[in-house]
């Protein structure tokens, strides 16, 4: 069964990243997700992507990639009948998500208390560049913006060209994960004692926290992180490495591993030379030793020597593209993406990926493919019970 979350319904009233990405992971598990977008266009990211003729058809590929299985309604908030409307399906709906700025939801009359009034119990996710509260809780954030502040920056890239941005939203993803790990702990209270939460996720403090080691060698050993590129701070060798046909990382972190990789490059004399015989002195002769063992990986491609490396034990995996792993037979077998005829906008089939899990060995995909805006208006409206009518607050 990947129906963790059968039986409960949220509501998505966010846009672009985070707060989509979060709702998706929800959806995945079996959760009935209601997009709840506005008139003007709905989530922003049905306007980005690749493609102009999708951006143009409100299906944007940015979309397409996390919206899966949600259903689609539209509402203007700022609308009086529009927000009677979505109180009652807030008096149907276990979990709320938003990624507005601090009080935007407030100030138009539906705050977390004004909410909870409605739905004892409800679970509200706030996700936020900052948080709810502090100094900068009212600045706009894109994910760039946290990678900078974060520091991550400061340690992407070599000593030459850091400080870089991680080549994906990182940020945004991370805050969408910390989003749906919470709501799925605090709808478990909920289920148990009936009691709901105001779940305060800071995007900031969230790739803060996915910081963990260098952050804690700072903190601990007063190291101050420095970019290493493709180099591992904690072992050597442990990194990327030049082979016949392109770049294999090795993580040869154990002394065992590091003994058995030189025997299989036919090096065996480098585990006794004192300037890598151990693991400190290996960090400290790290350029050297990469020297040597590139010089011997030369003879063979990358992927003789993942096999090779592997089955004896030692980490190793090529450097791919992502066309390059998607076409890879452990993620076709582990069914990574799913597909879709016949998508609104589309001219041809979609391929979405799934989570990252599966559940009792089965992949749990989405249900439906991506909404066009308001698809789903006379649908969700017309099964909401009549005990889920809720009159306007006042």
């Not at 008139?39 to 980005?48: I, K, M, N, W």
Request: proline share 7%; glycine share 10%.
């Amino acid at each position: 069964m990947t129906d963790l979350l059968s039986g409960i319904r949220v509501l998505d009233l966010t846009n672009v990243l985070a707060g989509p990405y979060c709702a998706y992971q929800l959806a995945l598990l079996g959760a009935d997700v209601i997009k709840v977008e506005g008139p003007q266009g709905g989530d922003l990211a049905r306007q980005l992507g690749g493609p102009p003729k999708l951006n143009s058809a409100g299906m944007g590929a940015s979309f397409l990639a996390q919206n899966a299985g949600k259903r689609s309604v539209m509402l203007d908030l700022k609308n009086e009948t529009d927000r009677e409307r979505f109180l009652d399906l807030v008096a149907s709906a276990d979990a709320l998500v938003e990624n507005f700025r601090p009080g935007v939801m407030k100030r138009l009359g539906l705050g977390y208390e004004m909410l909870r009034a409605v739905r004892p119990g409800l679970v509200y996710c706030a996700i936020s560049g900052f948080g709810q509260s502090g100094p900068m809780r009212d600045n706009p954030a894109y994910d760039q913006i946290i990678q900078g502040l974060s520091g991550i920056m400061s340690i992407t890239g070599t000593p030459e060209t850091a400080p870089l941005r991680v080549g994906y939203p990182v940020a945004d993803t991370l805050g969408g994960l910390v989003g749906a790990f919470s709501i799925a702990a605090a709808l478990v209270r909920q289920k148990t004692s009936g009691e709901g939460a105001f779940l305060d996720v800071s995007m900031l403090e969230c790739t803060l926290s996915a910081l963990g080691w260098p952050v804690s060698n700072y903190l601990t050993a007063g190291v101050d992180p420095k970019p290493m590129g493709n180099e591992n701070m904690t072992a050597a060798p442990s990194g990327a490495f030049r082979t016949g046909d392109g770049l294999i990382n090795i993580a040869a972190n154990k002394q065992e591993q590091f003994v058995a990789l030189c025997r299989l490059i036919g090096r065996p004399e480098l585990a006794s030379d004192p300037r890598f015989a151990e693991r400190e002195t290996r960090k400290q002769n790290r350029a050297a030793l990469k020297a040597e063992i590139e010089d011997a990986l030369a003879s063979d491609p990358a992927a003789i020597w993942e096999e090779t490396l592997n089955r004896a034990g030692v980490p190793a995996g090529r450097v791919l593209t992502i066309p390059q792993v998607l076409t890879e037979p452990q993620v076709l077998e582990r069914q990574v993406t799913a597909r879709f005829e016949n998508v609104a906008g589309m001219e041809g089939p979609l391929t979405v990926l799934r989570g990252g899990f599966m559940i009792d060995g089965t992949a749990p995909l989405p249900t439906r493919p991506p909404p066009v805006l308001g698809e789903h208006m006379d649908e969700v409206f017309a099964g909401l019970p009549p005990h889920a009518k809720a009159k306007a607050l006042t």
